[in-house]
């Protein structure tokens, strides 16, 4: 066998997303109630990135940003279940192309472009695609049955099926609800939620790769993505009335009249889709409800960080952990009962601030250190990239994060995050016709600096800046103020001139020439200039 040392092969990539984490909550970026010591011993060897922004909402959205490396504005998945185009490059390609067989556990949730197959394919029916170039080691999808499968082979009552096993057990029992939210534990222990299983078959795969090979896995976990419920000890780790104090107006009504879409909005959230069995809209949930979900939600951060510890201890005794790059992120946030609402989605901070912890063995200048510079989702693609010592495209829109790596900064970094909602509802038209709008203008992009976040929207409804230094809860809207005129103005310039700057440059940094082709193409390797 091939003697190959550490200093010379490329290194392992562990690439773990773990859906809706807010970027607050980690006790490592100063929550005073959530606990995630094995996130923060992460941090602890590598760099927090504080200021991180997700790059569109909800899931498939989020991680076609991630994954490609592009805006929503460029990669064009504006929903769950738009397809992503098949030109488009990602991670798992790219590290496919560099020897790697990426693996996945978990999800992806990429649509397949439909004009690469048959009308027929199963496969268009599900926004649950797999990212092309993943090799699938263990796929749960949303019905979770792979893991329903393994919880009755354990003698669990699996038979509820999703999502009614995310229920509690007595809920189950007696198939009612009274409304009201409790702690009570579901039918299956910590040892055994999907967290937990799917971080058994990497064990497992783990324990299966060759000494001194390289390998890329990817672990993609549900938690702390709805529904609310978690096992014991993590459903009473946290108590309801501990907590910092809700950002919201005085009421739902008042959060509903200072802007048309926040007013659609919370009218469209069901309680149904967090906690299963439940009746109602989210809005009037009232605060005790609201605080158990969220003691339920840190207690569901707190139950995957557990996770993450038993791999850390895995690639530890495998004798990997000083040659493995890892990557913890999210994909978007969670609103938390800010505003008086759940899930994810519009423009709050709450929605889109995630957490980013890197860590790089062969980098240990700035481990323990953290970052107050924005940076994005569409980061990672590049970072990675560049760590494995490739030129990444210049095409992405994404920069990499080396420098702050190696205890430096970029040159020309990002002043301001960016964001982009589409809130379309192609197959039954509902935003459409509540705002008599058509799917090209149901959408929003964002602009944050430390001090201001301004929110433009297309489709004629009216702009909204928010001055984060007085108003951090983000509740006054001063786009009419005539003081802050000025600022508004200088803001729309400058999200035009993001827009602007970044679009789709997959062949305009290519030119054609007498001496053939001059500069970039996307999917081709670079031609000289």
């Known amino acids: ?104 556990f978990g999800y992806t949730d990429v649509s397949p472009d439909p004009r690469t197959l048959t009308p027929g394919d199963p496969r268009l029916k599900s926004y649950e695609g797999v990212l092309p170039g993943f090799t699938v080691r263990q796929l749960l999808p949303e019905h ?153 939600y840190y207690g569901m951060i707190s139950e995957v960080d557990a996770q993450l510890g038993r791999i850390w201890q895995v690639v530890k005794a495998a004798d990997a952990w000083d040659d493995t790059i890892i990557v913890l992120t999210s994909d978007h946030a969670e609103m938390m009962g800010d505003h008086f609402m759940l899930g994810k989605g519009g423009f709050f901070d709450g929605s889109f601030h995630i957490p980013l912890i890197i860590r790089d063995p062969r980098r240990r200048k700035a481990a323990g250190a953290s970052v107050d510079r924005f940076t994005e989702a569409v980061d990672i693609a590049p970072t990675l990239l560049d760590l494995l010592g490739e030129v990444f495209p210049p095409h992405l829109d994404g920069q990499s994060l080396k420098p702050f790596l190696d205890a430096g900064e970029p040159d020309n970094w990002r002043e301001a995050a960016h964001w982009e909602f589409d809130f379309r509802s192609v197959a039954d038209a509902d935003a459409e016709r509540y705002f008599g709008i058509g799917p090209r203008q149901c959408n929003l992009a964002v602009i944050r600096t430390k001090q201001f976040k301004y929110v433009h929207f297309a489709g004629g409804l009216p702009p909204l800046l928010f001055d984060l230094e007085k108003d951090q809860d983000e509740l006054s809207n001063v786009a009419a103020d005539p003081a802050y005129l000025p600022v508004r103005l200088e803001l729309a310039e400058r999200l035009l001139a993001w827009r602007a700057e970044h679009l789709d440059q997959s062949l305009a940094l290519a030119e054609l020439t007498e001496d053939g082709v001059v500069g970039h193409v996307a999917g081709l390797p670079p031609f000289p200039s």
């Open 1 to 104: 066998m091939k003697d190959t040392s550490r200093k010379d092969r490329r290194p392992n990539v562990l690439l773990i997303t773990c859906d809706q984490w807010r970027g607050d909550c980690l006790s490592a970026a100063g929550h005073k109630v959530v606990r995630t010591p094995n996130a923060d011993a992460l941090a602890a060897e590598g760099v927090l990135f504080r200021q991180h922004f997700g790059g569109a909402a909800p899931c498939s959205p989020a991680r076609a940003c991630l994954y490609t490396g592009l805006y929503q504005m460029n990669n064009r998945v504006c929903r769950n279940g738009t397809p992503l185009d098949a030109r488009h490059g990602n991670i798992a390609l790219s590290a496919r192309s560099l020897g790697y067989d990426p693996t996945l």
């Open 144 to 296: 979770q049955k792979p893991w329903l499968s393994w919880l009755k082979a354990r003698g669990i009552d699996s038979s509820a099926g999703f999502p009614d096993i995310h229920r509690p057990a007595d809920e189950i029992v007696a198939a009612t609800t009274d409304g009201a939210v409790t702690t009570s534990p579901p039918v299956y222990s910590k040892d055994e939620t999907p967290a937990a299983f799917l971080t058994g078959e990497f064990v497992r795969w783990l324990g299966e790769q060759e000494r001194g090979t390289p390998w890329f896995a990817h672990l993609s976990f549900l938690s702390p993505h709805p529904p609310f419920i978690v096992p014991e000890p993590y459903n009473k780790m946290y108590d309801p009335a501990d907590g910092t104090t809700f950002r919201r107006a005085a009421n739902w009504q008042a959060e509903a009249q200072s802007h048309p879409y926040l007013a659609h909005e919370l009218g469209q959230q069901q309680r149904a889709n967090f906690r299963p069995g439940a009746e109602g809209k989210v809005r009037d949930w009232g605060d005790d409800n609201f605080r158990r979900i969220r003691a339920l």
